[in-house]
C-alpha cells in the first residue's frame, strides 16, 4: 500500500483531525530526524505525520537533520510526501496569507548535508532535478485547493535561504532577478533528497509575510508573520481534507 506523509512547518506541528494510531522513533544512518513518526489516520487513510521542526518548533532550519527524516519516512513504507512551508512573497501575487504550489526551485543553502549519494558508493550518482516536484502531486494540491475554494497560486519559484535570519532587501532583489517568486528556508535539500530516494514529493507553501523590502517596504514583524501562520494553516487543514482522500 502507498503511504502518504505531511511534513508539517512553521505553525503545523500537529493535526487535530489525525487519529493517532502510535508513534515510532526510527533510528536511521544518518542520526535522528526531528522527531517520532506519527502514525494515523486522516480522511479515511494512513498517513505519517513530521514536525519538520519538532514537535516543540524547536530546532532552526540550518540545523533540520533532512536526510534523517527522509530516510525515516521512507523505512516507515511512505512513498509520497506533501510538504507544507510557510515563506515570504517576492512576486505580487504571492500575498500574505494565500497558498501556493510552487513548480520550481533555487536553492541559495550552503554547507547542509544534501545527499544520500556520497560515501561506499560503486559508481557516482547524479538524479534528474529539472522538474523538482512531483506533478501528479501538484495536481492533486491544485485539484483539493479547488475543491475547497482557496484561493492559490498555481506555480512559482521557491528560493531557499540558508537562513536563520531574515534576507536583506537587496537579497531578495537579486532573488526576484533570477525569477524567484517566494523565499523560505527549508525547501532544500528537503525535496532533492526525496527524489534521491525515488519518492514524490511536492509542497504546499502559504505565504505568511512579504519578502524584504516587499509590500511598502517596511521591517518584518513577527507578531504579524504569527498571526498570518494561523490563519494560514487553518487553510492548509482545510486542503489537506480534500487532497488526502485523492492521494
Ligand atoms: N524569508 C525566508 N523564509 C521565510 C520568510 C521570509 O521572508 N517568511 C517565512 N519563511
Known amino acids: 500500500m502507498t503511504k502518504l506523509a505531511l511534513i508539517g512547518g512553521t505553525g503545523l ?6 487519529e493517532i494510531i502510535r508513534r515510532e522513533v526510527v533510528h536511521t544512518p544518518y542520526g535522528e530526524a526531528s522527531g517520532p513518526l506519527t502514525h494515523g489516520i486522516l480522511c479515511g487513510k494512513e498517513v505519517v505525520f513530521l514536525a519538520r ?5 524547536t530546532i532552526p532550519p540550518h540545523k533540520i537533520n533532512y536526510r534523517a527524516n527522509i530516510w525515516a519516512l521512507q523505512h516507515a513504507g511512505v512513498s509520497n ?14 500575498v500574505p496569507g494565500r497558498l501556493i504550489i510552487p513548480d520550481q526551485i533555487i536553492d541559495y543553502t550552503w554547507s547542509r548535508k544534501n545527499t544520500f549519494f556520497e560515501d561506499g558508493l560503486t559508481q557516482v550518482v547524479h538524479i534528474d532535478f529539472t522538474f523538482p516536484y512531483d506533478e501528479t502531486l501538484r495536481q492533486r494540491l491544485l485539484k483539493g485547493c479547488h475543491a475547497a475554494q482557496l484561493d492559490v497560486c498555481e506555480g512559482g519559484t521557491y528560493g531557499v535561504t540558508q537562513g536563520p535570519r ?7 532583489d537579486r532573488m526576484e532577478r533570477d525569477g524567484c517568486a517566494m523565499v523560505g528556508m527549508t525547501g532544500m535539500p528537503e525535496a532533492a533528497l526525496a527524489r534521491e530516494l525515488s519518492l514524490g514529493y511536492a ?4 505565504s505568511v509575510n512579504w519578502a524584504a523590502g516587499r509590500g511598502g517596504g517596511s521591517i ?9 501562520v494561523k490563519t494560514g494553516m487553518e487553510k492548509v487543514r482545510e486542503l489537506l481534507g480534500h487532497v488526502v482522500p485523492l492521494v
Open 81 to 94: 510526501i506533501i510538504a507544507i512551508a510557510a515563506v515570504g512573497g517576492i512576486r505580487n501575487d504571492m
Open 166 to 172: 531574515l534576507e536583506t532587501a537587496a537579497e531578495i
Open 53 to 57: 521542526h519538532g514537535y516543540g518548533h
Open 203 to 206: 509542497t504546499c507553501a502559504v
Open 220 to 228: 518584518i514583524k513577527m507578531e504579524e508573520i504569527d498571526a498570518t
Open 13 to 18: 506541528t500537529s493535526l487535530k483531525s489525525l
